[in-house]
């Protein structure tokens, strides 16, 4: 008896689900009128109608990672398949038509075919620097277009928003001679301060191969930094994301003819070329550790860096000049820092010009004695006799160079934490030295025993 109330209990669970089934077929409505990939082809002709709308195209500001600034993009696209990019990346020398087509894997993507601005800024560090040439079509409308890297992970993505653009964008030669302004004269002293309300705020430089600004400042008396992406605009600059140092915002500067000085009147901010960096540090701490017998070099072996100014590369091509019509050339230049001399004449006191003889390849050099001092954070350089026979024979003409160090207002040093240059990345501590009485020269280096 059991088996048949068993029996009969399947049975009627049985019926239950076919009538459930039937009622389903025949009273839901589809959800959709066309099926998954008639809508996405509809939606890929909308995207694809709206990137060829515009007369003059679309412009952006692009930057492929948190640590790299953003160039200014023109992209006008054709019912060919083809957009025109253009850039300011490289001064323009990036731009080309290449091919491109509206995609989808998991989201609907634009892929740009051919090499372009994109691809060239895809490949800096061994293709490792954040770039990107797929985007997934975040939103489009006529008015604006949301792209988002599809190469990016974690959180720093990019996205890049693009808006029409008129006949004026395409013209990037202001722009141009913006970024030469910003990056400054070599004329100009390489300490650059922002003020709010006519005090220091954070040192200022900028990077105009990267469009990176670095901003140096302290807060509760620490020293802190930050690099920040930024556009470059005609008449100025913008950060591509505002910053707030000790509650105050920094955002934006335009150029004053009239002080020629970049300002920002409404936040009552100013940057300017300044004597000295907003505060000496004490740097000189590690320089003037005892018993450490320290080399600093810059030379031609070692590569180059930003953070030799270009005055000070102008002054070296000037000595160079003078000793080739000595019949050698110039190589580099050591500062050797024994702050435990007791002698005029200590071997590791000593400023050594490295020259090569031009009819041979020998390599020489000229030495000058020196006695070292640090006072009021600056470090003071004294010339107390030549070393060889030779530092006497190449005085006149390394005179601007040893001027430099033996500046009578002295030395600012700052500590620039490991080597780096574009030829090698070194463990070895690194530093700049820059004159107090000519604050546009500025030398890079590092250090070793």
Do not use: H
Request: charged share 20%; glycine share 6%; hydrophobic share 40%.
């Amino acid at each position: 008896m059991e088996k048949v109330y068993k029996l009969i209990k399947s049975i009627i669970v049985l019926a239950v689900l076919v009538l459930a089934v039937s009622c389903t077929d025949n009273d839901v409505e589809p959800l959709f009128e066309q099926s998954i990939n008639e809508r996405t082809e509809a939606l890929k002709a909308e995207y694809l109608d709206i990137l060829k709308a515009p007369t003059d195209g679309w412009i952006g500001y692009y930057s492929p990672n948190e640590t790299f600034g953003a160039y200014t993009v023109l992209m006008k696209f054709d019912a060919n398949g083809d957009v025109d990019i253009k850039s300011d990346y490289e001064f323009g020398n990036q731009d080309n038509k290449i091919t491109y087509r509206i995609d989808k894997t998991l989201k609907i993507e634009l892929v740009l075919e051919s090499f372009s601005v994109f691809s060239s800024i895809f490949s800096l560090n061994n293709n490792n620097n954040g770039g990107e040439f797929v985007f997934n079509i975040l939103s489009a409308t006529a008015d604006e277009v949301v792209l988002e890297s599809k190469l990016d992970f974690g959180d720093d993505i990019t996205i890049l928003t693009l808006r029409k653009a008129t006949p004026a964008d395409f013209d990037f030669a202001p722009v141009y001679a913006s970024a030469n302004k910003i990056a400054g004269e070599c004329s100009d002293s390489v300490f650059r301060n922002i003020l709010f309300n006519n005090e220091a705020l954070a040192a200022f430089s900028f990077n105009s191969d990267t469009r990176l600004i670095t901003l140096n400042y302290f807060e509760n008396n620490v020293k802190l930094n930050l690099n920040v992406p930024a556009v470059v605009t005609p008449t100025g600059f913008n950060l591509l994301n505002p910053v707030t140092i000790n509650n105050v915002t920094i955002s934006s500067f335009t150029f004053d003819d009239s002080s020629g000085e970049y300002i920002n009147a409404a936040d009552n901010l100013r940057l300017i070329n300044d004597d000295l960096p907003l505060r000496l540090t004490n740097d000189l701490a590690e320089l003037n550790a005892p018993n450490r017998l320290a080399i600093f070099a810059n030379e031609f072996r070692f590569g180059t860096n930003p953070l030799t100014s270009c005055a000070w590369d102008a002054m070296i091509q000037q000595v160079d000049a003078n000793l080739r019509t000595q019949g050698f050339t110039y190589t580099g230049v050591q500062l050797r820092t024994n702050y435990n001399a007791t002698s005029t004449t200590d071997p590791n006191s000593r400023i050594v010009l490295l020259v090569q003889r031009l009819s041979d390849g020998l390599a020489t050099s000229g030495s000058y004695y020196i006695k070292i001092e640090n006072k009021d954070n600056l470090v003071f350089v004294t010339s107390t006799g030549f070393a060889t026979g030779n530092g006497n024979f190449f005085a006149a003409s390394a005179a601007p160079l040893l001027n430099f160090f033996l500046s009578s207002k002295g030395l600012v040093y700052s500590d620039e934490g490991s080597f780096s240059s574009d030829l090698f990345n070194y463990s070895n501590e690194a530093g700049t030295f820059t004159s107090v009485d000519n604050p546009s020269l500025r030398t890079y280096g590092l250090f070793y025993q």
